[in-house]
């Protein structure tokens, strides 16, 4: 170790004193706040306690301020006081991000908390529906069926929250047949980082749209979306296999059959591999009837072995509450929902003989003998007639629909326990093995299953690959001083 200078220590001093703690601000953001008349939640009160309790219990952080929003221009107000006291401020909707980027992502940041912003109105005529930037998308789903039979494609959760999901992608078990979550929005209201409202759309800020169908947590505060809706069938019928693979070999052909199988699967089929440390299941959704479902799987249950061991027909809402696990769909603000984990995640082409060879071995190998409660689950998300491979891959910012897999890595432990200092380490080599021979372009990662441990640089080439430099030139013109910062997010080029 080689001793400072005292020139270096006396430029670190004043480094230090330059950049002080933003938790020096808070009585001035928050007498900002006041004077403008943005409702804040006080420290400790049940309200502060519920917006601030992270989705992810391993990874919780401290705010300088809550903005309690209820109008738009509450989040112009909430903006402008940040950028007056020098603050990085974040949208927070359903706080469910993996790696708590709701509340920042770090300690700091002023919240501006958006769930009790949450009207949903459906236009009847032209099945354009409006949703408040702090739905949750069990609350969409709840409304737009309830007020004319209609439905956007999204994922399975009824507390996550329609802003971090939608504008970051959105994958979910109807997104084989009617893509992702993003490709339903047809516009936005949007609060800039110079406290302005911008509205989006294809023909109106064209790029600020583009940026914020994939990266919107790095743009502004989308205050209001628009989305088009579809008309879901009278019948959907969801399901799960089961697969039983005792060997390594056995597992070797069966995910080799459903990654060939994902390559042509039908467009009403929509399907997983989940893997989990005591079974393996294949389960999703059928757009159609018990029988179809039988017609449409047979040639993949013949080569895994697997048999259906729960197939159920219903409607949308039997779907969504099936994937929701059980509970209320109709949810608002004030959802409390926690786990205690460590999440990483991936998208690959087809593996090729090698590549499914070294992931299988370290399943087999490594990971059954882990005995945390861990799962891997592998959506089909592209292939021929997937929906969310047939826009141009550079139709938005969500730079990954050519894949045909995505995986998401998940490591849980019990709530009041403390996760391993190096279990991380486990997924990460879950993942080395399967890419060690591919090339660094030939894989990415998901930003909706953030991997926490990635600095700015690796998380901003692997969440938007081909689409950065696009990206940070989109980010310089709407928020050049980075007023909504992330650890994870686009830097302004
Ligand atoms: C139980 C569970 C199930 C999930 N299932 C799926 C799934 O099936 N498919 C899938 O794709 N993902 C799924 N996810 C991941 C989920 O899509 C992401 O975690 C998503 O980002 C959460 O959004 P949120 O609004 O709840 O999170 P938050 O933590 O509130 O926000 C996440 C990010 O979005 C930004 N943001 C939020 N609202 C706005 C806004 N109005 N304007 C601008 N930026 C905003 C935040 O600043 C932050 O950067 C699941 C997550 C959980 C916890
Ligand atoms: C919307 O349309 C549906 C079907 O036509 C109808 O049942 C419903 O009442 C309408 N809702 C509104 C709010 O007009
Ligand atoms: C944005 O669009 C909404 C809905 O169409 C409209 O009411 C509002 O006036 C527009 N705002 C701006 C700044 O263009
Ligand atoms: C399909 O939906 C219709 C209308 O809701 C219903 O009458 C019928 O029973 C359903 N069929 C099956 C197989 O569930
Ligand atoms: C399916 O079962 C047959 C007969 O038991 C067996 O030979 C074959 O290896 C199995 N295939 C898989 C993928 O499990
Ligand atoms: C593959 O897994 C082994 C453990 O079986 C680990 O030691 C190795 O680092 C992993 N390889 C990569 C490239 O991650
Ligand atoms: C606010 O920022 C937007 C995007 O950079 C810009 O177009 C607009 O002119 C700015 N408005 C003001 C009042 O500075």
């Known amino acids: 170790m080689h001793q400072l200078s005292p020139i270096i220590a006396l430029l670190g001093l004043w480094a230090g004193s330059s950049h002080a703690s933003p938790f020096d601000k808070a009585v001035t953001l928050n007498d900002c706040l006041t004077k403008a008349g943005v409702p804040v939640d006080t420290s400790g009160s049940p309200d502060y ?189 969801y399901f799960v296999a089961s697969v039983q693979w005792p060997t390594e070999a056995r597992a070797l052909v069966g995910v080799k059959a459903v990654q060939e199988f994902a390559e042509t699967m039908p467009a009403e089929l929509n399907m997983r591999l989940f893997i989990a440390s005591r079974f393996i299941n294949l389960e999703g959704l059928y757009y159609g009837d018990k029988a179809g479902l039988q017609a449409a799987l047979a040639p993949l249950i013949k080569k895994t072995n697997a048999t259906l061991a729960l197939t159920k027909t219903g409607d949308w809402l039997d779907q969504i509450k099936h994937f929701g696990g059980g509970g209320n769909i109709d949810q608002g603000h004030g959802h409390e929902e926690h786990e205690n984990f460590y999440s990483t995640s991936l998208y690959t ?94 894989w990415g990662m998901y930003i909706n299953y953030p991997d926490s441990r990635l600095d700015q640089k690796d998380s901003q080439a692997n969440y938007w690959g081909a689409h950065l430099a696009r990206l940070q030139a989109i980010k310089k013109a709407v928020d050049p001083d980075d007023l909504f910062h992330y650890p994870q997010g686009i830097l302004p080029a």
């Not at 705010?63 to 929003?69: D, I, K, L, R, T």
């Not at 800039?192 to 023909?203: M, Q, R, V």
Request: glycine share 10%; aromatic share 10%.
């Open 349 to 442: 082409k087809a593996l090729s003989d090698e590549q499914l060879q070294s992931f299988v071995s370290y399943w087999f190998k490594q990971a059954k003998a882990n005995k945390r409660d861990w799962y891997v689950q592998i959506d089909l998300h592209g292939g021929q007639n997937s929906a969310v491979s047939a826009p141009a891959a550079d139709s938005t910012a969500y730079a990954h629909r050519d894949y045909l897999l995505m995986y998401l890595f998940y490591d849980r432990v019990d709530k009041g326990v403390t996760y391993p200092a190096d279990g991380h380490v486990f997924m990460e080599n879950f993942v080395g093995n399967i890419t060690q021979t591919m090339d660094k372009s030939a």
């Open 49 to 237: 306690k519920l917006d601030t309790s992270s989705f992810n219990l391993r990874l919780n952080y401290t705010p300088v301020a809550v903005a309690a929003v209820t109008t738009t221009k509450h989040v112009q107000d909430a903006v402008a006081c940040a950028r007056q006291v020098d603050i990085k401020a974040n949208a927070k909707c359903g706080g469910h991000s993996y790696a708590s980027f709701g509340l920042g992502g770090e300690d700091g940041h002023l919240v501006i908390e958006m769930s009790r912003m949450n009207k949903v109105v459906l236009d009847n005529t032209t099945g354009i529906a409006t949703a408040e930037g702090g739905t949750r998308l069990g609350h969409l789903a709840w409304e737009l069926w309830n007020q004319g039979s209609r439905a956007i494609s999204h994922g399975t959760c009824p507390g996550v929250g329609a802003g971090g999901h939608v504008l970051h992608g959105g994958y979910g078990v109807s997104s084989h047949t009617h893509g992702l979550a993003l490709d339903w929005l047809v516009g936005a209201t949007v609060v800039l980082a110079n406290a302005t409202i911008a509205n989006c759309s294809e023909t109106e800020n064209p790029d600020l749209f583009w940026a914020l169908r994939g990266a919107g947590g790095s743009m502004g505060v989308v205050t209001e979306f628009r989305f088009k809706t579809f008309q879901p069938p009278q019948n959907l019928t």
